[in-house]
């Protein structure tokens, strides 16, 4: 086992009370103990950003429709990565919201490209991943 490390983490006040809740919910002993599982699941969420290997998927791309022409991009850009596309799915939250699941396989560095594209399309009002490597 490696030798535990003491350190001290600042939060906003409204923060903590959010994750001192979560922690009581989910029964986690200790706020260290949150801490350490919360960055073990950063790490594990954004440690292919920093390689080259296969990984596999979600892309979540959540915008609305009104925007002008935003769909059009969306899909522009994902037809530019058919290579590491399986399939996407789009849903309809609202009248004028919208979400795109698009599952993602490939190389980490086709994937990264992908998300900043995306990004690039406009407006999007958030875009978020699940990205794992693959063994």
Known sequence: ???TIKTGVSFPEDLL????KVIEELGIESRSKAIQEAIRAFISMNAWRLSDEEVAGVLLVHYSHEEHKI???LID??????DI???????HLSGSDCLQIIAV???A?????LAQKLRETGK???LSHLVLPVY
């Open 85 to 91: 596309i399986p399939s996407m799915m789009h849903l």
């Open 17 to 20: 009370r959010s994750f001192d």
């Open 105 to 107: 396989k490939g190389k």
């Open 109 to 113: 560095s086709r994937v990264k490209k």
């Open 77 to 82: 850009v994902q037809h530019e990565f058919l």
């Open 71 to 73: 769909d059009e991009k």
């Open 124 to 126: 999007i009002k958030q």
């Open 1 to 3: 086992m490696s030798k």
